[in-house]
């Protein structure tokens, strides 16, 4: 089959089904839905037919064989993707297949079981194929009619409720055996590479440049030479950060250009980006397991501060100047310096349409011979000089439930050491950061243009609100709440105020920015280092990207 300019679609899911297929370990990660997947469905599904893109398939020399895929350790396939992974995996998904390239827990967290569609069948002559969901009319999933014998779909329609009538029934079975037996005989073109694994690189490198749909970011090419110089470092290092972040709500800020630019800084400037084959493979595994590990451990402490949800985050440039100050320096994970440096970022608006500027902020700090220099570097650059500035009552107004740097440091001030604490309404015991909390609106149905609209709340606090319609009588009888805990949430008792919503959400106001104001206070000027943090960093100054 090594030279065949075509293959059938019934023989790409075969061989996807039965891991005779992998993607190359330098690959992008899979970025696709079930929408898309359906898309491309239905253009083969067409009367006429609308060809899609083909593939770029490597077959390497038996002596440059990989002995593992983009998503799993271990492979035995000859083929690999180049170019045409989303559209292979997406087929695949679409009919219930899971590649076995995909390990099942790999396969899960990128959504692949998502990606199932079906034929909705809305009348006989209207066939359309759609992500698998609850409908109004009969559906067959796409899996079980590709996988059916001809003789099995009349079953099919009978299971999804379709064609009441004898001869409607007599239709959609002639239209589903048609449209079965064109979509597996769909040939899709394919192209083979032939060569050692720095051709395919260069060909994926052009291919995703210049021809492709998606084209690739910068620091995608840029981790494929890591993978080159280390193979495995992004399917054994980098994916499992990336998918912890978006576990843990920090999705948004740990994104692949990230966890790329923190490898970078770390390896030599001379051995970086597409001359990362100088450093060689132990540079660049150490250059991973520090960005891993720092970044990791940064995760840890803004949690710790506050920001444990993603509704809870703001400004990700500054989180991403964090994350390189704890990759190049230990001591950052222990210290308060870092904590009191992202308030002072969030309170005066540092990176607000400015993100490129932490790339400079980033620069001029990892020129710093060691942890001390580089906390004075940062004090410097944060200006103005002084304790943060106080917010002014505007800023607790936003748009759809969005506050920007306000939600942070509310969240940072319920969590500070300093402060009361912040315990749930349903469940006193379980105080803020420590009982998976996020912001949730205290009324169902208001506009939620203040932060007065929200609280800090577990999920069964927000089950009652949502229940009894918001933050009245009802719910406060049924959470039965102490006036501490009130207290702590800036929350008057519902009985005797006479107050709507509006008027609660107003009187709040006031309480919330007199809690978030004494924080910034408390937090003060951002102080030069003491002599006590020294430590010189392991791979020495590192020098601009």
């Not at 980098?238 to 709500?249: N, Y």
């Not at 710093?368 to 570097?377: C, F, K, P, S």
């Not at 050491?417 to 169902?444: C, I, K, Q, Y």
């Amino acid at each position: 089959m090594f030279d065949q300019r075509f293959i059938l679609l019934a023989d790409l899911l075969r061989l996807l089904r039965d891991g005779e297929v992998d993607v190359v370990q330098f690959g992008r990660p899979f970025q696709r839905n079930a929408q898309w997947g359906a898309e491309v469905w239905a253009s083969l599904a067409r009367e006429p037919q609308r060809p899609i893109n083909g593939f770029v398939w490597w077959l390497p020399p038996p002596q440059e064989a990989p002995s593992s895929g983009r998503y799993r350790e271990f492979t035995r396939a000859k083929i690999f993707f180049v170019d045409g992974q989303q559209r292979g995996t997406a087929l695949a998904g679409g009919a219930g297949i899971r590649p076995a390239c995909y390990p099942p827990d790999v396969w899960a967290e990128l959504g692949g079981p998502g990606l199932e569609v079906g034929v909705v069948l809305e009348s006989a002559r209207r066939l359309r194929i759609q992500p698998m969901r609850a409908r109004r009319h009969p559906q067959i999933r796409l899996g079980d009619l590709l996988q059916a014998a001809p003789a099995e779909i009349p079953q099919l329609v009978a299971d999804a409720g379709a064609g009441a009538r004898t001869h409607e029934a007599s239709q959609l079975v002639a239209e589903l055996t048609d449209l079965r037996k064109r979509l597996l005989d769909t040939e899709i073109p394919v192209m083979w590479l032939r060569g050692g694994a720095l051709d395919a690189a260069e060909c994926y490198q052009v291919l995703n440049q210049a021809s492709s749909t998606r084209v690739a970011h910068a620091s995608e090419i840029e981790t494929l030479y890591l993978d080159l110089a280390r193979p495995g470092v992004r399917r054994e290092m980098l994916d499992p950060l990336w998918r912890h972040a978006q576990r843990e709500g920090f999705g948004a800020a740990v994104t692949f250009p990230v966890i790329n630019e923190l490898v970078q800084r770390l390896l030599p400037p001379a051995a970086r980006r597409r001359t990362a084959l100088k450093a060689g493979s132990a540079a660049v595994e150490e250059a991973a397991r520090r960005a891993v590990a720092g970044c990791t451990a940064m995760m840890d402490s803004l949690q710790r501060w506050g920001l444990c949800d993603a509704s809870l985050l703001a400004m990700p440039a500054a989180l991403g100047v964090l994350f390189h100050l704890g990759a190049h320096f230990r001591e950052a994970s222990t210290d308060d310096f870092p904590r009191r440096w992202l308030v002072h970022a969030l309170a005066t608006g540092r990176y607000n349409g400015a993100p490129y500027r932490a790339s400079g902020d980033v620069s001029a700090m990892l020129r710093a011979g060691d942890y001390a220099e580089a906390r004075t570097v940062l004090a410097q650059l944060m200006l103005p000089a002084g304790p943060p500035p106080p917010l002014a009552p505007a800023q607790l107004h936003g748009r759809r439930g969005g506050f920007g740097a306000v939600t942070s440091l509310y969240a940072m001030a319920a969590a500070s050491p300093s402060g009361l604490g912040v315990p749930d309404l349903t469940d006193p015991d379980a105080v803020f950061p420590e009982a998976g909390m996020s912001l949730v609106p205290l009324w169902r149905g208001r506009l939620e243009a203040s932060l007065g609209d929200f609280v800090l709340a577990t999920p069964a606090t927000a089950q009652v609100l949502a229940r009894t319609g918001g933050w009245g009588r009802e719910a406060y009888e049924q959470l039965r709440c102490g006036d501490q805990v009130l207290a702590a949430h800036c929350l008057p008792v519902p009985a005797g105020t006479g107050l709507g919503p509006a008027q609660l959400v107003k009187a709040r106001e006031q309480d919330l920015l007199h809690m978030i104001n004494g924080f910034l206070a408390r937090t003060g000027p951002l102080q030069a280092p003491g002599p006590a943090h020294t430590a010189r960093k392991t791979l020495g100054p590192t020098d601009t990207a």
